[in-house]
């Protein structure tokens, strides 16, 4: 049995009154089972003065997470915040690691990394928890792929870190005591765990009929479409003029045909190359179907509410681990919080969760192995 608890706290200032904080609702010393692990979510600055550090001191138990602009779980929601989830057992082994620093390679540092989280499991992993670093020269599906390969497609679920500021540049993935913008940390679980995927983005009318096709594209580059450069593109939709992009074009999501059997997979346009390229969130395939979505404040919190309907409809659930796209906020105008405290309500006291907006949503496109999808523009859950 997997037994799950949350805590939340407003302390930013005070490093040592938040890790008491957390600590009291946490109850580690009386709730900690044989194998124990925790995912967390925070403002930026919890990361960077060190009060993440002061509390894995405490704790004693391996914990990944990254930097969110919002967050909500049982005990609480809000912006400045930081939430934990503590995941323990008996009978589920949880290990935890992270990659050393990633420059220009993933194979190496990804080896080394699931190399040391598989030390403790006597059988195969099935579930990789992520916690990925915003990292421009990377496709979210490239973090996909190298994962893949070294864990043989372990369903795996996560995000990527993400911050309040234009440039991202206080995005931090949390291993540990570590608060980095360029490592990658997992946990592993194996044993009595089974794990529950459901993933959504917008509702058909919410997609525009017309569609356009990637004409030109280098990984995560998108160069061309419909046989035009991407500016050229963008100007014909009004997002872009005599050269330059309009400020809102990073929250235009791009509904992908990805494997041609219908499925959408949603992209952002991150940011531009010196060439003049589209820096998207993930993979931009030669050939591929695309249509335009368009955001609305009611689908956006309508879209979140299903899916967690939905996956409290399975049976057994003591665990949820929720993350929406950061894009889906903008739709929600001044009303920042609706969706973080539409999460709160639904929920409730119902089962122990953790939800934050994200920099890109990893999430299997179903229960299989080497189904793992990335995502933009998308709400993701994960229940055990």
């Keep these: 049995m997997i037994r799950s608890y949350t805590a939340f706290t407003s302390e930013i200032d005070d490093a040592e009154l938040a890790v008491s904080e957390i600590l009291a609702q946490l109850k580690p010393e009386k709730n900690c089972l044989t194998n124990t692990v925790g995912v967390v979510t925070c403002y930026h600055e919890f990361a960077a003065n060190g009060i993440i550090a002061e509390l894995y001191k405490k704790l004693q138990f391996p914990i990944i997470g990254t930097t969110t602009t919002a967050l909500s779980t049982n005990r609480g929601a809000g912006q400045l915040?930081?939430?934990?989830?503590?995941i323990t057992s008996d009978d589920t082994v949880f290990t935890a690691a992270c990659s050393p620093a990633i420059n220009d390679d993933l194979e190496a540092p990804f080896a080394e990394m699931y190399k040391n989280a598989l030390v403790g499991h006597t059988e195969k992993p099935k579930l990789i928890i992520s916690a990925a670093p915003l990292l421009l020269n990377f496709a979210g599906d490239h973090y996909i792929e190298a994962l893949n390969k070294v864990s043989g497609?372990?369903?795996?679920?996560?995000?990527l870190a993400i911050d309040d500021t234009p440039d991202y540049k206080h995005s931090y993935t949390i291993f540990n005591d570590k608060a980095e913008k360029n490592i990658y940390g997992i946990i592993l679980a194996s044993g009595n765990i089974n794990p529950k995927f459901i993933y959504s983005s917008f509702s058909p009318e919410y997609i525009l009929a017309q569609k356009a096709i990637i004409t030109k594209s280098e990984g995560n580059l998108l160069k061309e479409v419909n046989g035009f450069p991407i500016?050229?593109?963008?100007?014909?939709?009004?997002l872009a003029a005599e050269g330059k992009v309009s400020d809102v074009l990073h929250s235009v999501p791009f509904i992908l045909d990805y494997t041609g059997e219908g499925i959408p997979v949603s992209r952002v346009l991150l940011s531009w190359?010196?060439?003049?390229?589209?820096?998207?969130?993930?993979?931009?395939?030669?050939?591929?179907?695309?249509?335009?979505?368009?955001?609305?404040?009611d689908d956006v919190v309508n879209t979140t509410v299903r899916t967690i309907q939905s996956i409290l409809t399975e049976k057994g659930i003591g665990t949820l681990i929720l993350y929406s796209c950061l894009a889906r906020s903008y739709a929600l105008g001044t009303d920042i919080s609706a969706e973080t405290e539409k999460v709160n309500e639904i929920i409730s006291d119902t089962v122990p969760y953790i939800f934050a907006y994200s920099g890109g949503e990893i999430c299997p496109a179903s229960n299989a192995e080497n189904s793992n999808n990335f995502h933009n523009n998308t709400v993701i859950a994960c229940a055990f």
């Design 231 to 238: 500016i050229d593109y963008m100007e014909t939709l009004g």
């Design 81 to 86: 915040e930081m939430a934990l989830i503590m």
């Design 273 to 297: 190359s010196k060439d003049g390229y589209g820096i998207c969130g993930g993979l931009m395939p030669e050939g591929t179907k695309f249509s335009l979505g368009t955001w609305d404040k």
């Design 153 to 159: 497609g372990v369903p795996n679920f996560g995000t």
